[in-house]
């Protein structure tokens, strides 16, 4: 079963599980980072399958939308990042927000929180709310790259590519 | 890490070819580099959510402008009535209202989310109404009942998802038969993966890997990053 895991990919980004398989699936993706990434390129082929079939819209539509749109509040921001290593423990109450509070735009920054309750983002978008962060390593082995990403994956490829030359050496002096 | 780190090189890539507007026989096959996700549209999306989150509400009909006809069209394609499929829609870009304010673009493309949400919502929709009688009765009336007073979009929006209708559709053909009438089950219809095995007849995991390995091919074929 767990093996399997992965073939899920396609039926979850179509939405095409449900209830136990569901959960365990979602479990799974807290751990997979290939199928996380598999997962949200299926949702934008996925997307591409949707503008296939745009369709116009009723203009009745936007206004009916804008007025319940004039009488609902946004949420607020993401709090901070907190070094708190939280589980998906199910809803919780939202802290509530002092009234003068702006919404920021600035959401760069959040890091990867699970402390919305399911019916503020809905539960399917939790996979868009998943990013590895180095600063979660950092707090929780103390991890601490020295090198830039980009230096790094330089510095790998070169190295693969010496190890791939030599290999090659190898086979033909003893071909 | 970032499937959505798409190369903001040469922005001719993303430009409908101005001949393709008269001519729709040709570059439906082309390559797949003009589907992939126009950076400055993107760029553009970005910005105006960024702009709903401090609460404005002209960037909001911008947004709606640019994205309901997706979302209509995805969430009556699942649902099939036209009336709950405005509702839904409506639910659909309130929710977006309520949530810009977290949307991070850093981890999926704008139309991205909100068609996610968008098929959710409908396929919620359809699994709670276990009525399936509703439903059923409408499967006749899948052609327009929309009145003409419509919203309007750009020309360059039409050619452009007419374009992207017609990749999607010469993409699909290039699938196998089952992978291709999986994918349509499951996505286009909103059923779950045991429900289209049942329809096709054909073992739990094996529609599980055919809808994997079509969506890989859909993928590569529409030149998404992923």
Known sequence: MITNDHLLAGPYALDA??????????????DCATCTLEVSGFRETAS??????????PSGLLNRVMAEVRTTPQLPPLPAPSTEVTADTGPRSLPTPPNDVEPEADHGHAEPESDQPDNVVPFRSRILTRTPSIKRMKEAFGFDPKIGIKDALRK???????????????????? | VNANEAPNGDP???????????????????DP?????PDEREQAAIELMARVARGDEKAFEDLFRLFSPTVLGIVRRVLRDPAQSEEVTQEVFVEVWRTATRFDA??????????????RRAVDRVRSEQAHTNRQDKVASETSTIGL???????????????IGRRVRSALETLTELQREAIELAYYRGYSYPQVA????????????RIRDGMIRLRDQLGVNA
């Not at chain 1, 599980?17 to 807290?30: P, S, T, Y």
């Not at chain 2, 850093?106 to 098929?119: E, F, K, N």
């Not at chain 2, 007073?149 to 374009?163: F, K, Q, R």
């Not at chain 2, 049942?198 to 890997?209: A, F, I, R």
């Open chain 2, 149 to 163: 007073d419509l919203v309007e979009g750009t020309v360059l929006d039409e050619v452009e998802s007419d374009l």
């Open chain 1, 17 to 30: 599980i449900d209830g136990d398989e569901l959960n365990a699936f979602e479990d799974h993706l807290d």
């Open chain 2, 106 to 119: 850093q981890r999926g493309a704008v139309g991205s989310y909100i068609s996610t949400l968008a098929h």
């Open chain 1, 48 to 57: 591409l399958l949707a503008q296939a079939v745009a369709q116009p819209v």
């Open chain 1, 156 to 175: 790998s490829i070169d190295f693969f590519v010496e190890e791939h030359k030599a290999l090659e050496k190898v086979v033909e002096t003893e071909g």
């Open chain 2, 198 to 209: 049942q329809l096709l007849d054909v073992p739990l995991g094996t529609v599980k890997t």
């Open chain 2, 12 to 30: 001719s890539l993303h430009l409908v070819n101005p001949e393709a507007r008269g001519a729709p026989t040709e570059e439906a096959t082309g």
């Open chain 2, 33 to 37: 580099a003009a589907l992939r996700r």
